[in-house]
């Protein structure tokens, strides 16, 4: 069987990177693994550019659902060093959605974007037969900016900071709690907080504050293959090594919990709206307290060193196959 997730750097190298389109002047960055937007530039301004699918959990509340779907999209911008501004966004919905669900997402989108200053440009809304998942769309993100303020996720320097937020596994502990909270046999107290773990999932506002708190030189958001997978892919990225201390590293209440209930390493796992983000030495602690002071958990967790590769505490930290994410929820559903 195929791996489920997203494709291996192998088949990205063989089958997407060698057949791009044309060839345009204005493509200042194209498609890199381990980096979740493109750039092209016009003019003095530089419009950064992320597609992502969507996908919409009834069970989290549909207005709820919307603001959930929108974060991770609206992530893979903002963490250029850009913030999001426009967004066009295509809803392909079940037969059985009825016009009030629809409202309900769509005043959880449309609220969301307001807030976070991005305007709906375009986009694509329909019902057909055969969509029978939460998997109902996708969406084009863009950030219009100064070409000066971008930042990508392979910028990490020796003698960098690292910091994170959130934690490893945030997402999934939420999602799992929420979607099987019978199936995890926790007991009830636990099973609540394990599903606060949802809002975690927002990480636009703290890759905004982290970068006007310190100067950032790399982030990349934590989403397949987890914190273990979004380290490594700075590291090579930038060839250089990271040195993480585990004991510094957030932890949500409820994760650990969750994690062992469904049989999986949290490093490993999707973790979106946790952000790894590299920054020049000594702005680490301003960065971490800014994102604190928004209400997530951050800290200071390593340094970045001459050589290649991950260490925590001393041992090669190696990202995963593929995210066991998807395995266990099809052991779930």
């Known amino acids: 069987m195929t791996d489920l997730g997203k494709i291996d750097r192998d088949v990205f190298r063989d089958v997407i990177y060698p057949a791009l ?7 200042a960055l194209g498609p890199q693994h381990g980096i979740d937007f493109g750039v092209i530039e016009i003019g003095d301004r530089a419009v950064v550019i992320a597609a992502d699918p969507i996908s919409l959990l009834p069970e989290l509340g549909l207005e709820r659902a919307g603001r959930f779907a929108l974060e991770i999209v609206l992530t893979d911008v903002a963490v250029s060093g850009i913030a999001p501004t426009h967004l066009a966004i295509s809803l392909t919905l079940p037969p059985d959605w009825s016009d009030e669900d629809l409202a309900a ?40 900016g100064d070409p000066e303020d971008l930042v990508r996720p392979d910028g990490a320097r020796p003698g960098d900071e690292l910091v994170m937020t959130t934690g490893p596994a945030a997402e999934l502990a939420g999602l799992f709690a929420t979607l099987f909270p019978e199936q995890l046999e926790l007991d009830a107290a636990t099973a609540a907080t394990a599903q606060e773990r949802v809002d975690d999932i927002a990480a636009v506002a703290d890759a905004r504050a982290a970068f006007e708190a310190g100067t950032v030189t790399a982030m990349h958001d934590a989403t397949e293959g987890g914190v273990a997978g979004g380290l490594t892919e700075m ?27 469904v049989d999986v390493d949290p490093w490993t ?7 790894l983000i590299a920054v020049e030495s000594g702005d680490g602690q301003a960065v ?39 395995d266990a929820f099809d052991r779930f559903s």
């Open 105 to 144: 997402v769509w005043t959880g989108l449309a609220d969301h974007a307001e807030r976070l200053g991005v305007s709906i440009v375009t986009g694509h809304t329909a019902r057909y037969p055969g969509v029978d998942s939460s998997w109902v769309g996708g969406a084009t993100v863009l950030g219009v």
């Open 21 to 27: 389109g044309a060839d345009r002047d204005d493509v």
């Open 288 to 326: 971490a307290e800014a994102v604190r002071q928004g209400g997530t958990r951050a800290a200071v967790v390593g340094s970045v060193t001459d050589g290649a590769g991950v260490a925590v505490d001393g041992k090669e930290l190696e990202p995963p196959d593929s995210d066991p994410a998807w």
């Open 235 to 261: 590291a090579h990225g930038a060839g250089v090594r990271f040195e993480i201390e585990s004991d510094r590293v957030p932890v949500a209440p409820g994760v650990e919990a969750v994690c062992d209930a």
């Open 269 to 275: 796992v999707s973790s979106a709206g946790t952000l």
